[in-house]
């Protein structure tokens, strides 16, 4: 190494070799065994972390209420202004099948299938995913990019256990709420629709209501809402704490953590019902 | 007093990219070093590597008895206890002022109480000159107070191991001047083992008592400061006097015909200018790990470039040493170089040809000297 051509010019042809076809191809299959893969096993490893980091001491109460009281900043409102319009939609459409069909009275009892069972975990997952999953994957990801996770870990303090630990609890705290809030303001909306608008009387609305719903309908929309929330304070946390190439990078995280999101919230939505009447008897009208 | 940081045969790749391979060197405890390399060579994954932020393939870095690569998630977050580390935009987190910054590694990791931490955290800000701005969120700063706010938060815990990252970059002169001041205080304070990744040549010049050089995926040469700064390699050469002759190229390296037309046209690679003489502590104090002017030049019969150690006022440091050590603490000198052991050399004569290779560089270049 003491003449000058001889510095690592040698190694100039592997760089070469990966420019060619077979270069290419490896690329390719690269690519495809990241998704495939690497993605759910990084994604599935960071769980798992995140899971231990959840029985370490000192709790992070702080960060929890924060990050609670922010989530419901960012969803609160959009989940009302959602929630009157679908359950208002739900008593026209469904409503004025069942009028042609004679059965008026039994309005209140669509509103239980369609709002509490379905429609408000999959309202909050809408709002969870795309409002407050999108905020803390932004959030997450900046800090990223601005190497404060980093400089989080040199300080010896675990980013897990300190801000995905927390926001976690607060997407899964706040969910549970946000449920039971779409599935009020859905109803209110169902029922001023339909007595007001549709001539329906508040009596038939409310006992058909009792005579469809049940307790365990709640529960497994509240379950819902809280896998949901885990769920998608996990995809952000993920997708955040793996962002790079600046902001463009974030915007790219918080992009593919809402796509995901709605992908796995659907599909848990799914499971979930299907459990659900598997496990639980439905009452008969 | 810092703990030493040896590297074994340190490999990184990403993917197919080999950033760098067979990195081996040895931090001496308490002392000051620099990494330089031109921009892309994987300083800063160097840097991110010892703090186990990122894994390398193979090697070891034995931090202490620790072997960094091999711990527990647990054991490497006390390991990481020991270390203090500014990031090159000061990593600050930015939904916290700048006193809040500071006192963050206070308020996590020790049991005392906030007029202490208030206490420890003033003292700091003053030290790196941002008294007054306590209050200020990091995006209301300029990136030089970025970057000072950073070093504060990174010596709250009064670290053993200091690792900077670009302390100098988007500073202006005189700023970086005041840094690499704060930084060799800092040394001779707390008696830290201090990592550098700079670019900054006066930088490289002056403050360490070590440096390395990244290129090409290797560690060309690491060692004393004497040691490369009269170093004949060519690629040493080039970086540490900022030439365009030399194997650097634009992009990465040049290739043999562009070496070949370079050599056609008598690019000469001229005389190595002067060793400057090394920054001392500002209180006058010499630092317990700091060598003499002159010592590895002297052990290995290099002679220095003429007019090395003149400081801008005149003085010529390898005369004024021993008077100087004389006056600041004898007891604080390393065994054997004082002055009533190693009488000073003589001045360098004028006129000898300053190109004569030494003898550590002849075949092997890395790892000369004591390393």
């Keep these: ?285 | 007093m810092g703990v030493e940081i040896r590297v074994e045969g340190l490999t990184k790749t990403f993917g197919r990219q080999v950033i760098w391979q067979d990195v081996s060197l040895t931090l001496p405890a308490g002392e000051i070093s620099v990494l330089l390399g031109p921009s892309g060579t994987g300083k800063s994954v160097f840097l991110k590597s010892l703090v186990g932020l990122l894994k390398p393939d193979r090697g070891n870095i034995w931090i202490g008895d620790r072997n960094l690569p091999y711990l527990s998630e647990n054991e490497l977050y006390e390991t990481r206890k020991l270390f203090g580390v500014l990031f090159q935009d000061g990593a600050l987190f930015g939904s916290m002022n700048l006193f809040d910054n500071i006192a963050f590694p206070l308020r996590e990791h020790t049991r005392k109480t906030e007029a202490e931490i208030k206490r420890i955290v003033l003292e700091k800000m003053e030290m790196v000159g941002l008294i007054g701005a306590e209050r200020k969120l990091p995006g209301e700063i300029s990136g030089g107070m970025k970057k000072r706010a950073g070093l504060a938060r990174a010596l709250v815990l009064d670290p053993e191991i200091l690792l900077v990252d670009e302390p100098d970059s988007g500073l202006d002169p005189v700023r970086t001047a005041y840094l690499n001041q704060l930084i060799v205080d800092l040394n001779a304070q707390i008696e830290a083992t201090i990592l550098i990744v700079t670019h900054d040549i006066n930088t490289a010049r002056t403050v360490p008592d070590n440096i390395g050089l990244l290129f090409r995926r290797e560690l060309v040469m690491f060692g004393p400061r004497e040691m490369l700064l009269s170093s004949e390699e060519p690629v040493v050469r080039q970086f540490l006097n900022a030439r365009r002759q030399g194997p650097i190229g634009m992009s990465e390296e040049k290739d043999v015909s562009e070496l070949e037309a370079e050599a056609r046209m008598g690019a000469d690679p001229g005389r190595l200018p002067p060793i400057p003489p090394q920054l001392l502590p500002s209180d006058g104090r010499i630092r317990r790990t700091q060598h003499p002017p002159g010592e590895w030049l002297r052990a290995n019969g290099v002679q220095p470039p003429p007019g090395s150690f003149i400081d801008e006022m005149g003085r010529n440091w390898l005369e004024e040493w021993p008077r100087y050590v004389a006056q600041h603490g004898g007891a604080a000198m390393p065994a054997g170089a004082g002055p009533a052991q190693a009488p000073p050399p003589p001045p360098p004569a004028q006129g000898p040809d300053p190109h004569q290779p030494g003898p550590s560089q002849g075949g092997a270049p890395p790892a000369g000297g004591r390393y």
């Excluded at chain 1, 690519?31 to 370490?56: H, Q, S, W, Y």
């Excluded at chain 1, 929330?229 to 463009?248: D, F, H, I, R, S």
């Design chain 1, 1 to 285: 190494m003491t003449t000058a051509p001889g510095i690592g010019a040698n190694r100039r042809g592997d760089q070469a070799g990966a420019k060619t076809g077979g270069g290419r191809m490896a690329k390719f299959t690269d690519g495809l065994v990241n998704i495939a893969v690497k993605e759910p096993g990084r994604f599935f490893a960071l769980c798992l972390d995140t899971f231990r980091a959840m029985f370490k001491r000192p709790v992070q109460w702080r960060e929890f209420i924060e990050q609670s009281w922010f989530i419901v900043s960012v969803t609160a409102i959009p989940t009302m202004l959602v929630a009157i319009p679908f359950g208002a939609i739900l008593s026209m459409q469904v409503g004025g099948l069942i009028r042609q069909l004679g059965a008026q009275s039994f309005t209140g009892a669509t509103a239980v299938v369609a709002i509490v069972r379905e429609a408000s975990p999959l309202v909050t997952a809408l709002l969870i995913a795309g409002a407050a999953g999108s905020a803390m994957c932004a959030d997450v990801g900046s800090r990223k990019i601005r190497e404060e996770i980093d400089a989080m870990e040199v300080l010896g303090i675990n980013p897990l256990h300190r801000l995905i630990v927390p926001r976690m609890w607060a997407c899964a705290f706040i969910g549970l709420f946000l449920n039971g809030l779409v599935s009020v303001v859905g109803l209110m909306g169902g029922y001023v629709f339909n007595v007001m608008l549709q001539d329906g009387t508040p009596g038939a609305y409310l006992a058909s209501f009792n005579a469809m719903a049940q307790l365990p309908d709640l529960i497994q929309a509240e379950v819902k809402a809280f896998v949901f929330g885990l769920t998608a304070g996990l995809v952000a946390a993920y997708k955040g704490l793996n962002a790079k190439g600046g902001p463009k990078g974030v915007g790219d995280a918080v992009n593919q953590t809402v796509v995901i999101t709605f992908m796995l919230l659907f599909l848990e939505n799914f499971l979930i019902s299907a459990l659900y009447f598997q496990l639980v008897p439905q009452k008969g009208m």
